[in-house]
Structure formats: structure tokens, C-alpha cells
């Protein structure tokens, strides 16, 4: 088993930044891709950021150029900066891990507020 422990959401003014992590622990061999998804009232959960084992990422188009994503391999951490925040960032913030020949496994989620 594979747990993720997720960190730094809050409650935050339009423009203003955030720093989300999420560290893997437990039975981890290998892992493959590393993501944030969000989820925001009566929406979908969407993709936001991933970033690959060989450190290639892909966004969202409505957070490029606002948000990285970033990852610590030696920490099995992943992060997302977050900067000029809007309202329509908030969400409930879900980190992804996935195992390389294994399961994919979610974290409890961490809320982001974006108002003013």
C-alpha cells in the first residue's frame, strides 16, 4: 500500500499564490507519473498538472504560465506553485501518484479558496 499525504491548501486572495505538496510513503517501487487534479463544486475532476518520470510536464490550458508542477524523487514528493490565483481555482486540490507496473492511488484532497 501506498499512502499520500497532501499539504498547503487554504484560503487565499485573487492573485495571490500557493504552494500544494504531496508526499508518497509505503510500499513504493517505482513511481511512474505524478499529477494534480482538482475537483470544484457541481464539476468534474479534471487534470491540472502532470509531470513524468523523466520530469516531462503537461497543464491544463487555463493554468499555463500560473501554475508548475515539480517533484522530488529522493522525497517521493510532488508540488504545485500556484501563483495568480483566480476564483475559478477553487477547488478541492487531489494529488495522483502512479506506480510503475502497479496501482494508482489518490490522495484525501486539500481545499484551495480563491476569493476576496
Known amino acids: 500500500q501506498v499512502q499520500l499525504v497532501e499539504s498547503g491548501g487554504g484560503f487565499v486572495q485573487p492573485g495571490g499564490s500557493l504552494r500544494l505538496s504531496c508526499a508518497a510513503s509505503g510500499s513504493i517501487s517505482q513511481i511512474n507519473t505524478m499529477a494534480w487534479y482538482r475537483q470544484a463544486p457541481g464539476k468534474e475532476r479534471e487534470l491540472v498538472a502532470i509531470?513524468?518520470?523523466?520530469?516531462?510536464?503537461n497543464y491544463l490550458d487555463s493554468v499555463k504560465g500560473r501554475f508548475t508542477i515539480s517533484r522530488d524523487n529522493a522525497k517521493n514528493t510532488v508540488y504545485l506553485q500556484m501563483n495568480s490565483l483566480k476564483p475559478e481555482d477553487t477547488a478541492i486540490y487531489y494529488c495522483?501518484?502512479?506506480?510503475?507496473?502497479?496501482?494508482?492511488?489518490w490522495g484525501k484532497g486539500t481545499l484551495v479558496t480563491v476569493s476576496s
Open positions: 509531470v513524468s518520470s523523466v520530469f516531462r510536464t
Open positions: 495522483n501518484v502512479d506506480i510503475l507496473g502497479g496501482a494508482t492511488y
